[in-house]
């Protein structure tokens, strides 16, 4: 997607100009949580035609969709793991409303909800917030997960992700925090050193199918996720989160299972885990660790 | 827990959600709860050892 305008965007504002802050720039009274349209967006809802290209080979579409920016509190200094657990189960709430109203428009596709938190991710406002974004077409690592867990839905007849789930309570190698609802592990299939991923006990395909009571189970190992990355290293520890959901292009996905994936960048204390070229280009990620022994260091904070 | 949404259309166009609990359901509410980053008794008992469930 190319998207000049993101350009413009301001990089780390001093916290007296926070742009998020209530009645400075974007959202014009206090609130509790709140969602808008990103003066930024990479998707529109009305976009203009893109230009010619010029050649039959190289074709394009007008970029048209739904970005959103979640605020998760007024409260400029917090996070994640900081916010009370009734915070972050009323964002859960939030999170469920816009995945069912942004999946009634008819050109959005795919409901993608996500949060880079960090200068080391390219996040430009410090207050806490996370984004969504409202795609016209379901993006490519997506459409392999989806791909490859209908095959397995195929072949065994039965979830994979029901299939890691049981299978990683029964070994216990690699769990950092479970509670009724979720279990968090570090998969293992990790690309980076301290990735997470966070998956329903129970077959779900995404966040507004959980009953009041896994809602609050996510609040739950959310935030104690997030606590323990700060204590990991004794600092806002950075991550992409992403949310993995059925698709909103009106078929059956009942083999898909929903899941959170935590990507964080470090691989120690100011030491980045670098999307490299062989990363970059090849798609093969290189861990330096081993999924055990960091399960093993996250789940004794 | 219901929380109800009050829209706002901006002068340039974009739209604006603001959400609150709805009033008489605020049992989940944050006045009991801690912001310090510590651990709170309420994930304490919600919580069990790795390994201990039965999907």
């Not at chain 1, 959202?27 to 808008?36: G, I």
């Not at chain 2, 959400?19 to 008992?45: L, P």
Request: contains cysteine.
């Amino acid at each position: 997607m190319i998207s000049s305008e993101r350009q413009e965007r301001p990089v780390l504002p001093r916290p007296d100009a926070c742009p998020l802050c209530p009645g400075v720039l974007e959202l014009e009274r206090d609130y509790d949580l709140a969602v808008f349209e990103n003066r930024f967006p990479a998707l529109v809802r009305e976009p203009a035609n893109p230009s010619d290209s010029g050649s039959p080979l190289l074709e394009s579409k007008a970029s048209k969709g739904i970005c959103e920016v979640v605020m998760y509190t007024s409260i400029h200094d917090s996070s994640l793991s900081r916010m009370p657990l009734s915070q972050i189960e009323k964002l859960v709430y939030v999170w469920a409303d816009r995945y069912k109203e942004l999946s009634q428009y008819p050109y959005v596709k795919y409901v993608f909800i996500f949060e880079n938190r960090g200068k080391e991710v390219g996040a430009t406002l410090s207050h806490p917030h996370g984004q969504i974004y409202a795609f016209p077409f379901i993006p490519i690592r997506m459409n392999l997960k989806l791909k490859n867990m209908k095959r397995y839905y195929s072949d065994k007849g039965a979830c994979l992700l029901c299939d890691i789930v049981n299978e990683e309570i029964r070994l216990d190698k690699r769990l950092i925090y479970c509670n009724d609802f979720f279990i968090a592990m570090v998969p293992y299939y990790a690309r980076f050193p301290y990735e997470v991923h966070v998956i329903p006990v129970r077959h779900i395909g995404n966040v507004a199918e959980m009953n009041p009571d896994e809602k609050k189970g996510l609040a739950d190992i959310l935030k104690v996720v997030t606590m323990k990355y700060d204590k990991l290293f004794d600092m806002e520890f950075p991550y992409m989160m992403a949310m993995f959901q059925t698709p909103s292009d009106g078929k059956d996905y009942e083999y898909f299972h929903f899941h959170v994936e935590f990507c964080p960048p470090l691989r120690g204390k100011n030491k980045i885990k670098w999307m490299a070229s062989v990363e970059t280009e090849t798609w093969q990620f290189i861990n330096p660790s081993t999924p055990e022994e960091i399960a093993d260091e996250l789940k004794r904070l | 827990m219901r929380l109800i949404k009050v829209k706002v259309v901006k002068e340039d166009g974009r739209y604006v959600y603001y959400y609150e609990v709805e009033k008489g359901d605020e049992d989940a509410g944050t006045t009991s709860e801690s912001n310090d980053g510590r651990m709170g008794d309420d994930i304490i008992r919600t919580s069990r050892k790795a390994g201990s469930s039965k999907a």
